[in-house]
């Protein structure tokens, strides 16, 4: 009997599949008949059908974007997606072009700026974020090769100094919510931190500005850091567990309805095990979350909620001897670590006009505690026991009008911050004593913010004016 084996070889797909929606800016309308191309591959396109619904096929894996097109609208490049099986479906946002009569040829531009920041502003797309070298995926770090970005003198540690300016002079928002610090074992009254608390996985693009900062954007002296994050996916429930060099994460993406969509990420650090088979005095230990829902409460109005915590607690190892060993421990505290912020947005699509209201929460605390010898026996061996907390409540609303050649945008914010701080120190004089400090505070601040940019009919002459007004009243002056 002869028999014969088949073999049947299916070839591997040429590229992955590509969905998403074209709808006006303004009114939130879909947009028909609409051009959709990927940049780098423009033989790959496709155009919305009458619900503004559009599908690539066959599209190259990597990192691209898309440029969508139509008669009376500006040209829009999206941010930069990794093209894989798990691309989410895509939103583009195109806005009205009323100079724009007739047809015109249209070619990506890889640089984007707007009228308010024409030279300061740096988009940090997914590209620069996955094959920064040495960055490990740490926008701190992303930032640090920049021109006027200098980082702290102890390497280890991600404080941003620009332009000249201190660590805490740098503003963080996250879709518009602020947020008061993006890494673990953060210094109080600073920005940085040795690990970033914010998953890259998460992000759609950073604006990062260096100077002529929006004028909604209050409190920065020296840069902000503008993170956009990622929309959940609408059509299909994404999961994914990811081992890196320092931490287990897993992070999700999907939907409780069609008008509902979340994403979320929780990381798990192992560098306490790591440093201990290395010998290190001290053990790292940091757990991070972040969460966004995003939901359509009609075709004019949506809520963004989001949040992100940061639990860190660094103990010390005892147990390795040596000379500079014993040195790092007779002064190292062992410190703990919470912080959190969470927020909500509403926007509402009025035509010309957008109102948006963002109220935020955030909150610190920090805690040393050191013992003579490290001996936590008995309470006579104390030498440090300190607990700091910051809080701060913001509520901002603002409405952007967008009238032809001219934008205009005002709003009005305030903002409650309470810092407590407790310390009790052990002192050397002509004697051993303790210096007990303790203080609370609570501000209230106000600010108000107006401004206006304008182009020509031929886009060759832009300007942009601003002014707001900041006051608190921490003393009769910042009144």
Request: net charge neutral; proline share 4%.
């Amino acid at each position: 009997m002869l028999s014969i084996l088949v073999l049947t070889l299916h070839a591997a797909p040429e590229g992955y599949t590509i969905r998403g929606r074209v709808i006006d800016k303004l009114n939130r309308t879909p947009i028909a008949f609409a051009s959709v191309v990927v940049v780098g591959q423009e033989q790959r396109g496709g155009v919305t059908d009458t619900a503004g619904y559009f599908q690539i096929n066959n599209v190259r894996p990597g990192i691209s974007q898309l440029l969508a097109t139509f008669l009376g609208y500006k040209s829009t490049t999206t941010p930069e997606y990794i093209i894989s099986a798990s691309t989410p479906t895509i939103t583009i946002e195109m806005e009205q072009d009323l100079q724009m009569l007739d047809a015109v040829t249209v070619k990506p531009s890889p640089f984007r700026r707007t009228t308010e920041s024409p030279v300061s502003m740096n988009v940090i797309g997914l590209r620069e974020i996955e094959k920064s070298p040495g960055s490990n995926r740490d926008i701190s770090r992303i930032v640090r090769s920049y021109p006027g970005v200098s980082f702290s003198p102890i390497g280890y540690r991600n404080d941003l100094i620009v332009r000249g300016g201190g660590p805490s002079e740098n503003r963080f928002f996250m879709d518009g919510i602020e947020i008061p610090n993006i890494n673990h074992f953060a210094t109080l009254g600073a920005s940085g931190g040795p690990v970033s608390i914010v998953n890259a996985d998460l992000i759609r693009e950073i604006n990062f500005y260096t100077g002529a900062f929006p004028v909604d954007r209050g409190g920065a002296l020296s840069s902000v850091l503008d993170f956009q994050l990622q929309d959940g996916d609408p059509e299909k429930q994404i999961f994914k567990a990811t081992l890196g060099a320092s931490e287990a994460a897993f992070s999700g993406s999907g939907h409780f309805s069609p008008k509902t969509t979340y994403l979320f990420s929780i990381r798990q650090s192992y560098l306490q095990f790591l440093f201990k088979m290395l010998g290190l005095p001290f053990l790292p230990n940091y757990i991070d979350g972040q969460f966004k829902i995003k939901t359509e409460l009609s075709q004019h109005d949506e809520l963004i909620v989001l949040g992100l915590v940061g639990i860190d607690d660094m103990k010390l190892n005892t147990d390795e001897k040596g000379e500079e060993n014993e040195y790092l421990l007779s002064y190292l505290p062992h410190l703990k670590q919470e912080t959190f912020t969470v927020g909500a947005a509403y926007k509402h699509y009025a035509g010309k006009h957008t109102q948006s209201v963002t109220i935020s929460h955030n909150y610190l605390n920090n805690r040393n505690i050191k013992y003579i010898n490290n001996d936590a026996s008995s309470e006579d061996n104390l030498m440090l026991r300190l607990r700091a907390v910051e809080q701060k409540t913001s509520l901002r609303a603002e409405n952007r009008s967008y009238l032809g050649r001219w934008t205009l945008r005002e709003g009005l914010e305030a903002s409650y911050s309470h810092y407590t701080n407790r310390t009790l120190q052990r002192i050397y004089t002509e004697k051993a004593d303790f210096s007990d400090y303790s203080t609370e505070l609570g501000i209230f601040g106000w600010g108000i913010f107006v401004g206006a940019d304008y182009k020509s009919s031929n886009n060759r002459f832009t300007a942009s004016a601003g002014l707001r007004v900041d006051g608190c009243n921490y003393a009769t002056q910042t009144n």
